[in-house]
Every structure is written in structure tokens, then in C-alpha cells.
């Protein structure tokens, strides 16, 4: 099972939307609707942001939204601020009964 | 509070086993599917393994498969990963992270902070 493919890096000014994609194939993303995301900072376990495609778990910004479109799924992150820094994850169910992760995303603020 | 604490991370030589152990508390264990992700330094997560909450479904990545084996002890509210003929290539954080009983499931609501394994002769 391949890594899902993401952009290695997205930066962005405070204020600003950014959108970084995850894609996959028809027997992932494709597939199923059980696309979530997480972020990790620095020296830290990941943090779930988004879960089954466009969920937020309680206490994370609105700020964080997810969609899905074929075998891609997208996060965005709305109002940029210094603090959404950092890397980020997404990941799949497959037709496989496994899991597969996303290959990863630096998010830098300008 | 959910707390998850790995530990049995280690400096092993190439062709070396070692066991990992992940420690619960806070929550009924056995009720929850269990996975192990790793990241090697400075890389992405890579999925390993899951087991049901029974212990009656296991499933691997291909990367792992026949080498490693996931295991719990509910009684003791612990996860294990068995670590056999292990190589460079198996040089990560490993972490424990809880699958959510919410929705699908198929998220991790809960991971603990790691811990090191090293590969190298």
C-alpha cells in the first residue's frame, strides 16, 4: 500500500486560506469516507483535527475543514494563524482492511 | 483522563527482537480497537497494526507482516508489539494510538507521546 500523496510543503500569510491535498486511489480515498487528518508540532504525538472526511472533533477551530472529491481529499485551513504551524497528516481506511497515511505537509506562516 | 504510555523502546542490532508495551488508563480498554503507527526520524507516519478490543481481529502492513505481532492483555489494560527480525528500516517512534468508538471508528481520538526504537549494529 502506497503512502497517499501530499504537497511537501504549503506556506501562507496570518489571515490568509490555504488547502492541502491528499490524494489516493479508488480503493481509499476513493472508496470510503473515512478520510481524517491530524496535526503534529514539533517533538509532539499527532492531534486529530478531522474525521470521516468533513468532522471536526469537539474543541478544534472552525477554522479546520475538510472535503473529498473522487480519490482526493482536501483540508483547509481558514484565517491562518502563527499557531496552525506545522506538519500535517492525512489518512485513510482501505479495501484492504488497513490504514495508510498521507506522506505529510509542513505547513509554514510567513 | 485517557492516558496511553509506550514503553520497551531501545538500541537493537539488526536481526534482534523487542517487545513494546503500551499501558491505558482512563477508559475501559477493552471496549476499544488499538493500533501502532511509527515515524521513522524525521519522516511520515506509517501505519502498522490494529487489533479489536476482543483481540479477535489483527491486521497488519505488508512492511511488518510475519515479522511483528500485535497483542493486549485487557485485564492489564495493555498493548503489545512483538518486534521480530528486526532491520535498519524498522528504526522509529512507535506509537500506540486509540481508534474512536464514535462514528466509523476508523480515527484516532487518543495517542500516547512515543517511544524510540533503533535499529543498528
Known amino acids: 500500500q502506497s503512502a497517499l500523496t501530499q504537497p511537501a510543503s504549503v506556506s501562507g500569510s496570518p489571515g490568509q486560506s490555504i488547502t492541502i491535498s491528499c490524494t489516493g486511489t479508488?480503493?481509499?480515498?476513493?472508496?470510503?469516507?473515512?478520510v481524517s487528518w491530524y496535526q503534529q508540532r514539533p517533538g509532539t504525538a499527532p492531534k486529530l483535527i478531522i474525521y470521516?472526511?468533513?468532522n471536526r472533533p469537539s474543541g478544534i477551530s472552525n477554522r479546520f475543514s475538510g472535503s473529498k472529491s473522487g480519490n482526493t481529499a482536501s483540508l483547509t485551513i481558514s484565517g491562518l494563524q502563527v499557531d496552525d504551524e506545522g506538519d500535517y497528516y492525512c489518512?485513510?481506511?482501505?479495501?484492504?482492511?488497513?490504514?495508510?497515511f498521507g506522506t505529510g505537509t509542513v505547513v509554514t506562516v510567513l | 483522563e485517557v492516558q496511553l504510555e509506550e514503553s520497551g523502546g531501545d538500541l537493537i542490532q539488526p536481526g534482534g527482537s523487542l517487545r513494546l508495551s503500551c499501558a491505558a488508563s482512563?477508559?475501559?480498554?477493552?471496549?476499544?480497537?488499538m493500533h501502532w503507527v511509527r515515524q521513522a526520524p524525521g519522516k511520515g507516519l506509517v501505519w502498522v497494526a490494529r487489533?479489536?478490543?476482543?483481540?479477535?481481529?489483527?491486521r497488519y502492513a505488508e512492511s511488518v507482516k510475519g515479522r511483528f505481532a500485535i497483542s493486549r492483555d485487557n485485564a492489564k489494560s495493555s498493548l503489545f508489539l512483538q518486534m521480530n527480525s528486526l532491520r535498519d528500516e524498522d528504526t522509529a517512534i512507535y506509537y500506540c494510538?486509540?481508534?474512536?468508538?464514535?462514528?466509523?471508528?476508523?480515527?484516532?481520538?487518543?495517542w500516547g507521546q512515543g517511544t524510540l526504537v533503533t535499529v543498528s549494529s
Open positions: 494510538a486509540r481508534a474512536s468508538v464514535d462514528g466509523s471508528g476508523t480515527f484516532y481520538d487518543f
Open positions: 479508488t480503493s481509499d480515498i476513493g472508496y470510503y469516507d473515512y
Open positions: 470521516e472526511v468533513t
Open positions: 487489533i479489536k478490543g476482543d483481540g479477535s481481529i489483527i
Open positions: 489518512k485513510s481506511y482501505t479495501r484492504s482492511t488497513t490504514y495508510v
Open positions: 482512563g477508559f475501559t480498554f477493552s471496549n476499544y480497537w
